[in-house]
C-alpha cells in the first residue's frame, strides 16, 4: 500500500515507449502524461492513473440503484450517479405476465404504470453504448422497483465489489449496496417476490412499517453515514460489525463525532479479523 | 490557516493605512504627482510588497463534502470559492453535444465582497463576461471529448475582492476540477501584471488596481507547455512594457503553480492516508 505513486495532471507516468496509456493519461510525443490527480496503476504493460475521488464508471454486471428520471420512446431514463443517466429499456424489463410475453404497442402506452419519474429502482448493468450511457436490465426477480425503505448515498468508490450486493441485517432490514453509492435500506418484504401477485411487482404503496422496523432503518443509516463520513469501505461484514457495535447507543447518538469514531473503529477492527 | 492569513491582512492594511496617510501628507505638503504613491522609492509597494513578489496564496481542496469538486483559494485578502458539479446529465436539451461535455460557468460575487456593499444581479453584464472568460479558459484544457452529452458545472463565489478576483477564480477552478477528478491536459494557472512608472508590477491588490494610470494584464498559462489560454487587458500600454508585464505575470504564473501542485499533493496524500491506515 506504501509505494503508491500519486501523480498530477500534466506530470509525464513514463517515457518508455513500450506502455500502453490506459485511463486518465494522454500521449504527447513519446510520454505518457497523467490527466487528472491520482495513484498510478498498472497492468502488464498497460497504464492507467486512478483519480482518487470521481464519479462513478461503472462495469457491466454491476448491481446499481437509480431514480427514474424521465420517460422516453420505449425507454426510461435513471439517474445512476454516473457522467450520463443510464437507460432503462422497455424489452429489458420483466412485465406482469410471464417472463417470455412480447411487449406490445400497448405497454408502450402504458409505461408509466410500471416505473413513472421519482420511482427507485434496481438493476444490473447490462451493456454499454456508443456514447458511454450505461444499459440496465431488471429481468430478473432480484431487482425491479423498490419500496418500504430509504436511500442513502456515499461515495461510489467506497462500496466495495462482492458475489452478492442484497443483504439481510437483524432479521428484519433489507440493505441494497448498489455500486454506483446508491444504498437502498428497506423492510424486508413479507412476501418472496416468486410469490408476489404480477401486479404487486410494481405497487406503489408500502406496506405496514412498525416502529420497531422504522428505528434498525434509521440505525443501519446512520452506520452507512458514519462508516462513509470515515471514508472507510463498505461491504456487508463491516456493515453488520458496525450495526452491532452500535447496539448499546441510541440511534440518534450515531450522528456525534466521537461516536461515530468508536463505532467504526471497533466495526473495523472485527471485519480486518474476520478477513484474516 | 485562516488565522495566519488574518493576521497578515491585519498587517497589510494597516501597512496600507499607514502609507495611504503618509502620501496624502506628502501630496498636501510637496504637491506630489499622485494621489497614492504605488511604488515608493524604496521599490515597496503600497502593502509593502517588491515589484516581483505575489501575495500570500494558500489552498484547500474539497471543503464541501457534497459535491464533486471543491477548492477554497486565498491569495492575500481576495477569497474564492469554486464548486464544481459533474460530469453529470446535461440539465437541457439544448446543450446537448453528442461528441463532448458542455462546460457551464457561473460567477457570483457576494455583496459584502467589496468595500461598498452592492448587490449585483445574476444577469449582470460584466460578471457574465467574466463567466465567458473563465468558460473559453477551460474549454481548451479539460478533455470534453471523453465525456459526450453531458456537463460540467462550475460554480464560483467570490467572497471577498481584493483585486485579482478573476485570477483567483481561475485558479480556484483548476484546483476544483482537479479535485473532482476531471481529465484535463494541464493545470491553468492564472496571476496579474501591471506597471507604475514603466516598473511592471506583479499580483495587482485593490488599489494598485483601481488607480486609473496602471493598466492591469490578467494572464492565464498551462505551465508544462506554456501555452496562453487567457491575456486580458483593457488600457493602453507601450509594447515595451507590455513585455515586460506579461514576461512578469507568467513568472508569476509558474509560482502559482508550485503552490498549487503541493496542494493537490497534500490532499491527495492526506486522503489516501484516511482510506488506507485506520
Redesign the interface.
Known amino acids: ?1 506504501s509505494e ?1 505513486t ?1 501523480v ?3 506530470e509525464v507516468v513514463t517515457s518508455d515507449p513500450s506502455f500502453m496509456r490506459g485511463h ?1 493519461t ?1 500521449q504527447e510525443g513519446k510520454d505518457i ?1 497523467s ?5 498510478v496503476e498498472q497492468v502488464n504493460k498497460l497504464v492507467t492513473v486512478r ?5 462513478y464508471g461503472g462495469e457491466i454486471g454491476d448491481v446499481v440503484v437509480g431514480r427514474i ?1 424521465e420517460v422516453a420512446q420505449k425507454r426510461w ?1 435513471v ?1 445512476v450517479n454516473a ?3 443510464g437507460v432503462l429499456l422497455l424489452s429489458s424489463v420483466n412485465l406482469p405476465g410471464g417472463v417470455q410475453r412480447r411487449k406490445s404497442e400497448s405497454d408502450e402506452l402504458q409505461m408509466r404504470k410500471f416505473f413513472t419519474e421519482g420511482d427507485m429502482v434496481v438493476a444490473e448493468a447490462q451493456a454499454f453504448f456508443q ?3 450505461m444499459s440496465l436490465h431488471t429481468r430478473s426477480l432480484k431487482y425491479g422497483k423498490l419500496r418500504n425503505g430509504t436511500l442513502v448515498v456515499v461515495p461510489p468508490s467506497l462500496v466495495l465489489r462482492s458475489r452478492s450486493h442484497f443483504h439481510t441485517i437483524a432479521n428484519s432490514v433489507e440493505v441494497i449496496l448498489g455500486l454506483n453509492g446508491y444504498i437502498w435500506v428497506c423492510k424486508r418484504a413479507t412476501k418472496a417476490p416468486e410469490e408476489m401477485d404480477p401486479d404487486e411487482l410494481y405497487a406503489n404503496v408500502n406496506e405496514d412499517i412498525s416502529n420497531q422496523e422504522r428505528e434498525t432503518i434509521a440505525r443501519v443509516c446512520n452506520c452507512l453515514q458514519a462508516l462513509s463520513k ?4 463498505i461491504d456487508y461484514t463491516v456493515l453488520a460489525f458496525a450495526y452491532e457495535a452500535s447496539l448499546d447507543r441510541e440511534t440518534k447518538e450515531l450522528l456525534e463525532p466521537e461516536v461515530i469514531e468508536a463505532v467504526t ?1 471497533e466495526a ?1 477492527a472485527r471485519a480486518a479479523m474476520v478477513n484474516e | 490557516m485562516t488565522t495566519v492569513t488574518t493576521a497578515v491582512g491585519g498587517v497589510a492594511s494597516f501597512l496600507l493605512f499607514f502609507r495611504a496617510v503618509c502620501s496624502l501628507f506628502i501630496g498636501a505638503t510637496s504637491f506630489a504627482m499622485s494621489r497614492v504613491e504605488l511604488l515608493n522609492p524604496e521599490g515597496l509597494r503600497v502593502d509593502g510588497r517588491r515589484a516581483n513578489e505575489l501575495r500570500k496564496l494558500s489552498c484547500k481542496l474539497s471543503p464541501l463534502q457534497h459535491a464533486d469538486g471543491s477548492a477554497y483559494i486565498e491569495q492575500g485578502n481576495t477569497k474564492v470559492l469554486a464548486v464544481v458539479y459533474g460530469p453529470r446529465e446535461t440539465r437541457h436539451r439544448a446543450q446537448v453535444m453528442h461528441d463532448r461535455a458542455y462546460i457551464n460557468v457561473e460567477y457570483l460575487v457576494a455583496p459584502f465582497s467589496a468595500g461598498e456593499r452592492k448587490k449585483r444581479s445574476k444577469n449582470d453584464k460584466r460578471l457574465l463576461e467574466l463567466a465567458l472568460a473563465v468558460k473559453q479558459t477551460f474549454d481548451s484544457v479539460v478533455m470534453t471529448t471523453l465525456h459526450p452529452r453531458s456537463q460540467i458545472d462550475i460554480y464560483l463565489q467570490v467572497l471577498q475582492d481584493d483585486g485579482g478576483a478573476l485570477q483567483a477564480s481561475i485558479n480556484a477552478a483548476t484546483l476544483a476540477l482537479v479535485d473532482a477528478g476531471v481529465p484535463m491536459v494541464d493545470y491553468v494557472c492564472a496571476c496579474t501584471g501591471g506597471c507604475v512608472d514603466s516598473q511592471a508590477l506583479l499580483d495587482l491588490n485593490h488599489i494598485e488596481e483601481s488607480s486609473a494610470e496602471t493598466p492591469d494584464l490578467t494572464v492565464a498559462i498551462l505551465p508544462r507547455s506554456g501555452k496562453v489560454t487567457l491575456l486580458q487587458m483593457t488600457s493602453r500600454v507601450h509594447s515595451d512594457q507590455f513585455e515586460q508585464m506579461l514576461n512578469l505575470a507568467m513568472e508569476g504564473c509558474r509560482q502559482v503553480h508550485a503552490v498549487l501542485d503541493s496542494s493537490v499533493r497534500d490532499s491527495m496524500q492526506q486522503l489516501a492516508d484516511q482510506m488506507t491506515h485506520r
Request: aromatic content about 6%; hydrophobic content about 40%.
Open positions: 500500500m503508491q500519486f498530477t495532471p500534466a486518465g494522454y502524461v490527466a487528472v490527480a491520482g495513484v483519480p482518487l475521488r470521481t464519479r428520471t431514463k439517474d457522467r450520463q443517466d456514447d458511454g450511457a470515515r471514508l472507510i469501505p473503529t473495523v
